[in-house]
């Protein structure tokens, strides 16, 4: 049994076994693999999973999901996975999914439980909309031994990119700039309001043990001094209040020299979008992290230059630590 635990979070960009744009899945295979075997993650969060649809408003299955796990260490591990806004089955694209080689004792995901969605009136469109988030956060407890419980929040927030805004696009083009400007905004809004969502989660889940251990693990599409993850953290410098800084959260890559600090290229700029963010009581425990971007394309420009390209464009985190070895359950299920 591991002395340690290791905790990452990886943005697999789209993994799916339908045969799409030329893309041989096995050559996907060939790459994702080797960088899951090297992560030797006990738990492990990965975004943008799709599943697949055997029949027309059938049940859908997380196949390519499957595929990719068969054979290493994390086939056996205990998974939680989001679910579409009916929550009867999987959605067809970006799900979230928490594999973990300890019991998951219970799951759920959050998508406005927290947050009512705002209502916003577009300029052109007097009836105004409701402006609901992409995605859900997916939350997990995890069992540790002697009472302990892992605390995981597995999210991907809306990308700084325009939401779309009813007849101010055409053909993939913007009409106007106010126009983009307005869906930008929108795009905005909804990236506020699920790291809002997470940092109320948080806040309950600290009313119940002030002392919890807790990951917030995920593709945050912002720097850790943007405003989505300053709003998760909750630096005492924001509040003003020293008395809630044992709720604060700390990026776990701050550990790591200034240029090691990158999980995405783009378009020449090393930026970081990807974080594991760490409650106090399980910083005690931190021992280092590990991006792993030394293969690492541009996300712009090597689509360009590269015909269905089977990398992600994200750098695998994990996170390391040395809980006392009584805190640690033996597997989710029997490898032998």
Request: hydrophobic share 40%; aromatic share 8%.
């Amino acid at each position: 049994m591991p002395t340690g635990l290791r905790i990452a979070t990886f943005n697999l960009e789209n993994l799916d076994d339908r045969p799409q744009s030329g893309l041989d899945f096995s050559d996907r295979l060939a790459i994702l693999r080797p960088q899951l075997t090297r992560l030797r993650a006990d738990i492990l969060c990965l975004q943008e999973v799709n599943a697949r649809e055997e029949s027309r408003h059938g049940s859908r299955h997380l196949s390519a999901l499957d595929r990719l796990l068969e054979g290493t260490i994390y086939q056996p591990f205990q998974r939680a996975v989001s679910v579409n806004r009916t929550g009867r089955r999987f959605s067809d694209r970006h799900n979230l999914v928490i594999l973990s080689r300890y019991p998951i004792r219970e799951h759920r995901q959050i998508w406005h439980d927290l947050v009512s969605p705002p209502f916003y009136t577009p300029r052109t469109d007097s009836q105004g909309i409701v402006v609901e988030w992409d995605r859900p956060l997916l939350y997990a407890v995890i069992d540790l031994k002697d009472g302990r419980r892992l605390h995981v929040i597995n999210l991907h927030l809306r990308a700084p990119r325009a939401a779309f805004v009813a007849g101010q696009k055409n053909h993939g083009v913007w009409d106007s700039i106010g126009g983009w400007a307005e869906g930008f905004f929108l795009a905005a809004v909804k990236q506020a309001g699920q790291a809002l969502e997470t940092r109320l989660l948080l806040d309950q889940i600290f009313d119940d043990d002030q002392q919890a251990l807790i990951a917030v693990c995920g593709d945050f599409n912002a720097a850790d001094t943007e405003t989505a993850v300053r709003t998760i953290r909750g630096d005492e410098e924001d509040t003003g209040n020293g008395h809630l800084a044992s709720r604060t959260l700390v990026p776990a890559e701050r550990s790591l020299a200034e240029d090691q600090r990158f999980s995405v290229i783009h378009h020449g700029r090393q930026i970081m979008p990807d974080h594991i963010l760490l409650s106090r009581p399980l910083l005690g425990w931190y021992r280092g992290t590990e991006v792993h971007n030394e293969t690492l394309g541009d996300e712009l420009v090597s689509p360009a230059l590269v015909r269905a390209p089977p990398d992600s464009y994200h750098a695998p985190v994990v996170a390391a630590f040395e809980p006392p070895d009584f805190f640690l359950q033996p597997f989710a299920k029997d490898q032998s």
